[in-house]
């Protein structure tokens, strides 16, 4: 091997070396940076305290025997904002209230709306008629009230779009799903 080429070697060896060294420089002090702002960042954010709230709500709510339980399906806890100082703790439980009179009214119709069916019929996914468009629910409104019922609890493929049964949402009660529809034809008629 000649002198030329083992000095090439070396000179670009070091500048390789150099080259990386200001790189890994650079990003260190980039990160180091941004480590100052990026909590201040994450603590101001709505939706990063709405996500973190998402995961640490509680998966399970009891159910008596002898007391109306219906609201547990259908109601969510409630978000409450969340500080930087409260943030390390997890908020409490709060017991599920029932209604006055649940089983006299009857599921409402648009809170099981905006709770399941607003993703789909709020912004017509899949071919599902947007709530308040009367020409996408003349049609359907045309087959009656009980097979708008039928294929929302049981599921539907139709020639426009698809219906899954109960929207999905298996812990719904038929006649929960029942109100849903109501509200909707209701709103589109």
Request: charged share 15%; glycine share 10%.
């Amino acid at each position: 091997m000649s002198s030329q080429d083992s000095h090439f070697r070396n000179v670009f060896g070091a500048i390789l070396g150099i080259l990386v060294a200001v790189t890994l420089s650079l990003l260190g002090l980039a990160r180091w940076l941004d480590r100052s702002t990026a909590d201040q960042r994450h603590a101001d954010d709505p939706l990063v305290r709405a996500e973190v709230l998402e995961r640490i709500r509680p998966l399970g709510r009891v159910a008596l025997a002898g007391q109306v339980n219906s609201a547990l399906a259908l109601s969510a806890p409630a978000a409450t904002p969340v500080t930087p100082t409260s943030a390390a703790t997890a908020p409490e439980p709060t017991p599920a209230v029932a209604a006055a009179s649940p089983a006299a009214a009857g599921p409402d119709g648009k809170a099981i709306f905006d709770s399941a069916c607003n993703v789909c019929h709020g912004a017509g996914l899949a071919g599902a008629p947007k709530v308040g468009d009367k020409a996408g629910w003349a049609a359907r409104i045309a087959q009656g009230t009980a097979t708008l019922h039928q294929h929302a609890i049981q599921g539907y493929q139709g020639a426009i779009g698809v219906m899954p049964a109960k929207g999905g949402r298996t812990d719904l009660s038929d006649e929960a799903v029942g109100a849903a529809v109501d509200y909707m034809v209701a709103g589109s008629r």
